[in-house]
């Protein structure tokens, strides 16, 4: 019998992606009341509420 990868992967995430502003690197996916995280590829720090979230901005502190 053949086994297909595909279905051992499981299914991609429908969350809503939180991505870099600056460099647009992917930085979770998910809802999330509070959040302060910096990207690790170009090292700004973000904060993200559920706010923000909901109004599509996004707030920095760097």
Known sequence: M?????NLR???SRLP???CFRCNRLLFRGIAEDVEIK?????VVQYIGKSSQESGTKISSW
């Open 17 to 19: 992606e939180v991505r």
């Open 10 to 12: 499981p299914p991609k």
């Open 39 to 43: 990207c690790s590829r170009c090292g």
């Open 2 to 6: 053949e086994t297909k990868l595909n």
